[in-house]
């Protein structure tokens, strides 16, 4: 037998596989690398450590290039919001760059024999219309008929401008749509909000609640990591929620809640703690007031009545009430994340933070800690000073603009009109709710302009729409958050912009000429970044190679018999608030009963699967390999007495009779309550230039036609809407 | 109440085993088949006049039976593995069953046995068409030579024919991740219902005279073809819980009515009860017989690869 | 004198959340093709609601001992590496699929090129000193590559105080992947 030639071989295989690349769709992606004899891919041309932005927790990502194609995506190892791992969305990252349906070049909207449509653009002609209709609206209408609403750090360089040029009103859905109650609940306890990445210290923490929380499924990076490191070190975890979630399956206590009622849950668990006296007396009396008024408020909570109204047997409120006091200081009440539910979310964020102060865990090791900035260096712009009116918020306490009531604000023009809006990189359609008012406002808009990677729905609203080039494509600004370790990162381009895409702060820059603030930017951003870094102790060349910078972990942890102030009135852990009180609101949080589901209808919980961000993953082919569609997880009894089949398609109409536009697929299981159902949000994609997504699944947004408004701080609870099935 | 859920994606084994089709039915059948003639013709050979069993009589002429069993031998396993080798994925590679050999492996084993066959049974097939070459005097010479050593070529086919057919079955009966198959039953009985498949076949071509002869042959290799197949259904059922239950997948599931149908009853009761008739001179002679028993045949490695994969898998 | 190595993967399922990061990694750094994986996520609910439970775990190939896979391969392309670990070689792979039958555990699938593939512990970066890209990513930190040759302890110390389990051990393989209950 004659020897072989090895390298002639691989020769004839890869030979092979070209030609097969050309017959197969397998191998039409870009990145995946022609020549698939493992030893041969494995050395990239370079790995460019960059700052990932699948998601907005911002973990450090290295991107490793070969051929000018990023094949592959790995944790940074020396990030410390990644520590060289990495969450199943960042490592399919590559799928948004090399997403075929991206959005290309700049378009125009025109009308053609009546019908309106998108006309390719030069960014020249796009930019010079923004600025001729924002000066034309503006001076029709004021600077403040201009909104923006925007989601990710790649924003601020148009908040910079839109600063400089006069418009104040700024704001994004993470806010009212998302974790706003948590902030003002902190804030008014607390005299400081939690933040993000939260400052809490889970690794440590030997009794962790969590309530409805889908940590696992939502799978912020480090927060991950830092729930399974407290599993493993043995911490005991309670999970409340109407679903047997990921959490909850590595929980000592599951509490299948009926939904609506966990505050109610909250302030038993008040209750027993200063009942029986087990709460941290000594931190309760140095460091907070309103101790006597709060017990007034939570002694009709006895364990007896919750039971009746959360369904959750009086042992296990009375236990994991008990375990609380022994656990003590190092026991956490996880604030969550994601917590507009029901409309009385600030109130139960509240009870939360009252249930921590009464643990005594703040800034302890496992409760509430202290986290820092790398640097407080902040760059300065100036800011317009024939500014308009400041957007002033109907809710007392909301400390960033509602997006919801920008919308209603469009419709209504009450004070003032909103004509124009400005979207960076969010997809209102679906993350608002109430699709019907957000259509209403676009209808009332004189201009709308959408910045985004993908044609998400928003965009096909837009008068322009500008692609932007993903964060595998750019730089941005600084990451200079705070968090335990105080870090510094960088957002930097692995590869050219695809297309005719730009970044984020060069549309910005060349807008800012049309505007006429043509000194605004520097003329290019790597002598702005620069400049920031020199100030900083460091340096662009510095951090572009190394990616991030980091300071020792910052103390966490209170000393023993250390004073303590909190930015509060009294300067004092609130646990009764005067503030609230005065604004005609309970001290003390109170349980006021959600809505009843219709009979016949169930309640809509929506979710976060591992693979998906929000509905900006939906369309990533490699995300969307291992989840093309979401489900609707229904009771397996109750799927029965609906006749629902496994794996059957339906509709979903809602309580107030708006059916899906399109179908879900039917999943019986015993990990839901019988009184609800469940899906993750993000899908049912209706705009049919996004290929992939086009109705597969079904979005929650579709079917939230009823926002439970927060009246503390206008945070839209989601939670109230009921939903039943049709198969036509 | 158990959920399962995973993400793997890969088609080939789930929902359940899915890598071999109709290609390897066919090259089963086939494989069997012509394993079958050869052992006829060759066994035919050795016991004729003139044969292993018979030297001091001259040798006879040989029938024409004998002649297109052992034609279709090697002609049938080629298209056989012409099937093989459709079915198989990386179809350049063809050649690295011949640069190694697995004592371990059924597969190795078989494709170094196929190489055997060719050349005894194109061998033999030269000879018994010895008359056929006036015009070419070397082949006349060499069928001459070769016929000196007949009986061991003959003898040889025998057991290379008996291995083919045991093959086929071995192949998939050592896959013991596959429950249906993993029964030491099932090379007797693809090597019996090759066997009587070529019996069949034969009797389809015979010549009025010799009917009875490969009737009766027929009869008694589907007797033991019905016994190997009661053995295969025993071992399923009284094996451990995977086995059973693929067995009953077989016996009462989806692919029950074929089994039952176009095999049991088709390929085995059918054709013996006909046979037996036609041996005691109740009916005459139909070709509906030999042909009832080659589709059994083709049915029944249809069945067992289909339905060998559809049984979930060892656990 | 340098032992050989016998590679195993010791998997947490306590600490595992099903995220699937594990399989992302692997499609990256091993070009799994689209429709294809080397390596998945298994959830196992069993119970009623509300008494439930649920094991969530990544699963691949066990790189047996004694693996069907290289017992029935007829060209010698699957193969034992020295390492521990079972390895294909596609320069000898004819796509005869008799290795997807032989596996009880169903860790392989036919490459759109022809050839059978699974996971390979990534043996051309353990090769450089690194560990598997799933094992790397992991956010919960519960896959890990072990030696069961060595004599650094880290086997036994992952397993000290937890119970234990293997999948099939009764199919007589060898399998190599123990998972943490």
Redesign the interface.
């Known amino acids: 037998m004659a020897k072989v030639n090895r390298r002639q071989f691989i020769k004839i295989s890869s030979a092979f596989l070209a030609s097969s690349a050309a017959a197969s769709q397998v191998f039409d992606w870009p990145f995946q690398v022609k020549n698939a004899i493992a030893e041969e891919f494995l050395t990239a041309d370079r790995i460019v450590p960059t700052t990932c932005e699948i998601c907005f927790w911002r973990c450090g990502v290295d991107a490793h290039v070969r051929d000018e194609k990023v094949y592959k995506l790995t944790g940074q190892a020396n990030h410390p919001l990644s520590n060289g791992r990495l969450c199943p969305r960042g490592n399919g990252g590559q799928g948004l760059l090399y997403d075929p349906n991206r959005l290309r070049h700049p378009l125009i909207r025109v009308t053609v024999n009546g019908k309106p449509q998108f006309r390719k653009t030069s960014w020249d002609e796009a930019l010079t219309l923004i600025a001729e209709r924002f000066q034309q609206i503006t001076e029709q209408y004021g600077t403040e008929s201009v909104a923006m609403f925007s989601h990710g750090f790649g924003a601020s360089f148009f908040k910079t401008l839109f600063s400089a040029y006069g418009i104040r009103t700024f704001s994004a859905p993470s806010y009212a749509q998302c974790r706003g109650p948590r902030t003002e609940a902190f804030k008014l306890t607390y005299g400081h909000a939690v933040g993000s990445p939260e400052a809490i210290d889970v690794a440590n923490s030997k009794y962790l609640v969590l309530l409805g929380s889908h940590l696992g499924e939502n799978m912020h990076n480090t927060a991950v990591q830092d729930f399974s490191k407290a599993i493993s070190r043995g911490c005991k975890v309670v999970v409340v929620d109407p679903r047997y979630s990921t959490a909850a399956s590595k929980a000592e206590h599951w509490l299948p809640i009926k939904p609506g009622t966990d505050l109610a849950l909250l302030r038993s668990w008040i209750h027993i703690l200063i009942n029986e006296k087990i709460y941290d007396v000594e931190f309760i009396e140095n460091n907070a007031t309103g101790l006597e008024e709060l017990w007034e408020g939570v002694k009709d909570a006895t364990p007896e009545k919750t039971y009746a109204l959360t369904g959750i047997p009086v042992e296990q409120i009375v236990a994991v009430g008990r375990d609380l006091g022994r656990y003590g200081s190092s026991a956490l009440i996880h604030p969550g994340r994601h917590v507009t539910w029901y409309g009385d979310d600030t109130q139960r964020e509240r009870a939360i933070a009252i249930l921590n102060a009464l643990l005594g865990n703040y800034q302890m090791p496992g409760g509430l800690i202290q986290q820092e900035k790398y640097s407080s260096y902040k760059p300065k712009f100036p800011v317009a000073r024939n500014a308009g009116q400041q957007f002033k918020s109907r809710y007392p306490f909301a400390s960033s603009v509602p997006a919801n009531e920008i919308v209603e604000q469009t419709i209504s023009a009450d004070p003032y009109p909103v004509k124009s809006w400005f979207v960076y990189g969010t997809n209102l359609i679906h993350s608002l709710g109430d699709q019907r008012a957000t259509m209403e406002a676009i209808q009332n808009l004189d201009f709308m302009v959408a910045v985004d990677v993908l044609p998400a729905e928003i965009t096909g609203y837009a008068d322009v729409v500008l692609p932007e080039c993903t964060y595998l494509e750019r730089y941005d600004d600084l990451d200079n958050r705070t968090y335990r370790i105080p870090y510094l990162a960088i957002r930097q381009p692995a590869v050219a912009p695809l297309y005719d895409s730009k970044p984020g702060h060069e549309i910005a820059r060349l807008l800012s000429m049309k505007m006429g603030l043509p000194d605004l930017f520097e003329a290019d951003i790597e002598t702005y970044l620069d400049k920031q870094l020199k100030e900083m102790g460091s340096s662009l060349s510095e951090l572009k190679k190394s990616g991030v910078l980091k300071k020792e972990e910052s103390d966490l942890y209170r000393k023993e018999g250390e004073m303590l102030r909190f930015k509060t009135p009294s300067g004092k852990i609130e646990l009764a608030s005067q503030r609230l009180k005065d604004a005609g609101f309970d001290a003390v949080p109170q349980y006021y009963p959600p809505p009843e589901n219709p009979p016949g209808y169930f309640r809509m919980l929506y979710g976060r699967a591992p693979m998906h961000t929000f509905g900006r993953t939906a369309n990533n082919r490699v995300l969307g390999e291992l989840m093309p569609e979401n489900e609707l997880w229904v009771n397996e009894i109750a799927g029965h007495d609906m006749k629902l089949k496994h794996g059957e398609y339906v509709y979903l109409v809602n309580q107030d009779q708006v059916k899906s536009r399109t179908r879900i697929k039917v999943r019986l299981t015993q990990r839901i309550r019988p009184d609800a159902v469940y899906l993750v949000h993000g899908f049912g994609h209706t705009d049919p230039r996004m290929e992939f997504a086009f109705r597969r699944g079904v979005s929650d947004a579709d079917l939230v036609t009823k926002l439970s408004v927060d009246p503390i701080m206008g945070g839209t609870g989601m939670n109230n809407n009921f939903v039943t099935f049709s198969r036509t | 109440?158990?959920?399962?859920?995973?993400?793997?994606?890969?088609?080939?084994?789930?929902p359940h085993?899915e890598?071999?089709g109709s290609d390897v039915a066919i090259y089963l059948f086939l494989g069997g088949l012509s394993g079958g003639l050869l052992v006829i013709s060759a066994a035919m050979v050795l016991l004729q006049n003139g044969g292993i069993f018979n030297k001091n009589r001259p040798r006879e002429n040989y029938s024409g039976m004998v002649q297109v069993a052992s034609l279709l031998a090697p002609v049938l396993l080629g298209i056989g593995m012409l099937f093989l080798f459709l079915?198989?994925?990386?179809?350049?590679?063809?050649w690295?069953?011949y640069?190694?050999f697995?004592i371990?492996?059924?597969?190795?084993w078989?494709?170094w046995l196929l190489i055997l066959f060719f050349p005894f049974s194109a061998l033999q097939a030269l000879v018994v068409f010895k008359n056929y070459y006036q015009r070419a005097p070397k082949f006349q010479q060499l069928a001459a030579v070769m016929e000196s050593q007949l009986d061991k070529i003959a003898f040889i086919n025998v057991h290379v024919g008996l291995a083919i057919g045991v093959y086929t079955g071995i192949l998939?009966s050592?896959?013991?991740?596959?429950p249906l198959?993993s029964s030491p039953a099932l090379g007797f009985l693809f090597l019996f219902s090759g066997l009587s498949s070529a019996a069949a076949l034969l009797l389809l071509f015979a010549p009025r005279e010799e009917k009875t002869f490969f009737s009766k042959m027929d009869m008694y290799l589907i007797a033991l073809e019905g016994f190997a197949a009661t053995l295969f259904i025993l071992g399923g059922m009284t094996g451990i819980e995977t086995a059973k239950e693929a067995m009953l997948l077989l016996l009462v599931g989806p692919y029950a009515p074929w089994f039952w149908v176009l095999f049991v009853l088709g390929g085995l009761i059918v054709p013996l009860l006909l046979e037996t008739f036609e041996a005691i001179g109740k009916i005459k002679f139909t070709p509906l017989v030999p042909l009832l028993i080659l589709v059994g045949g083709l049915s029944l490695r249809f069945i067992i690869v289909f339905a060998g994969q559809s049984v979930p898998?060892?656990? | 004198m340098s032992r050989k190595k016998n590679y195993a993967m010791v998997i947490d399922t306590r600490a595992c959340v099903g995220c699937s990061a594990c399989v992302y990694a692997c499609k990256s750094e091993n070009s799994v093709p689209e429709g294809f994986c080397r390596d998945w996520i298994e959830q196992k609910i069993q119970g009623s609601f509300p008494n439930l439970t649920m094991e969530l775990r990544s699963n691949r190939c066990q790189h047996c001992e004694d693996a069907p896979c290289v017992t029935y391969c007829p060209t010698g392309s699957s193969h034992y590496a020295g390492d521990g670990t079972v390895q294909i070689d596609r320069d000898l792979c004819t796509g005869c699929k008799a290795c997807l039958a032989a596996c009880p555990y169903d860790a392989r699938y036919i490459h759109p090129i022809g050839y059978a593939d699974k996971c390979s512990f990534c043996q051309h970066r353990l090769k450089k000193g690194l560990q598997p890209a799933c094992v790397t990513t992991c956010p919960t930190d519960a896959l890990h590559l072990v030696d069961l040759n060595s004599n650094d302890g880290i086997f036994e110390n992952l397993l000290e105080d937890r119970k234990t389990t293997q999948d099939i051990v009764h199919a007589g393989t060898g399998p190599k992947l123990f998972w943490l209950q």
């Open positions: 109440m158990t959920e399962f859920i995973t993400n793997k994606v890969n088609p080939a084994v789930l085993l890598i071999w079915d198989l994925e990386f179809k350049l590679h063809v690295r069953f640069t190694n697995n371990t492996s059924p597969m190795s078989g494709s998939l050592t896959f013991y991740a596959r198959w898998t060892f656990s």
